[in-house]
């Protein structure tokens, strides 16, 4: 999701350039909000209604980004690069993915900087999955 300063905090620990979209790939749900959708008609100058069917659906009673298929992950984000691995809507993305991390750190960041080292190969991409479960 990819930005490189938080209000906040000085400067962040973690360099969205050299990482792999984790945080575009993993998450099967990116929310969208009525904003964000107007935000993207307004982007790819359509209409609401045409945004919101292009590239969101619904989960339930919860908006979120459509997906397509990725070569690294099995899905990603419709709207990530899979070659560049970066977002090719930046200015228009959702606020979820202008929020992500939220943190001076990011786990998958240190993930892959941390298994680069383990398997002393600058190019090694660890493959992640992250699923949740309903607590009780
Ligand atoms: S809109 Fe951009 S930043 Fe957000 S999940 Fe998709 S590719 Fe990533
Ligand atoms: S997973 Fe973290 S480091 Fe990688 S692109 Fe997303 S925010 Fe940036």
């Not at 350039?17 to 998450?27: E, M």
């Not at 980004?65 to 970066?86: E, H, I, S, V």
């Amino acid at each position: 999701m990819a930005r490189t300063s938080i209000p906040g905090y000085a400067r962040v620990k973690y360099d969205c350039d050299k990482c792999v979209a984790y945080c575009c790939s993993i998450y099967e749900r990116v929310q969208v909000t009525p904003k964000d959708v107007r935000r993207l008609a307004e982007h790819f100058k359509v209409t609401t209604e045409a945004a919101a069917l292009r590239f969101t659906k619904l989960n339930g009673k919860e908006r979120i980004l459509r997906r397509r298929a990725d070569r690294l992950f099995g899905q990603a984000c419709m709207f990530l690069n899979q070659d560049t691995r970066k977002c090719t809507i930046y200015d228009a993305r959702p606020d979820v993915c202008r929020e992500f991390p939220d943190s001076s750190r990011c786990a998958y960041f240190d993930l892959i900087e941390w298994e680069r080292k383990q398997q002393d190969d600058p190019d090694v991409i660890p493959l992640v999955k992250i699923t949740f479960r309903e607590s009780k």
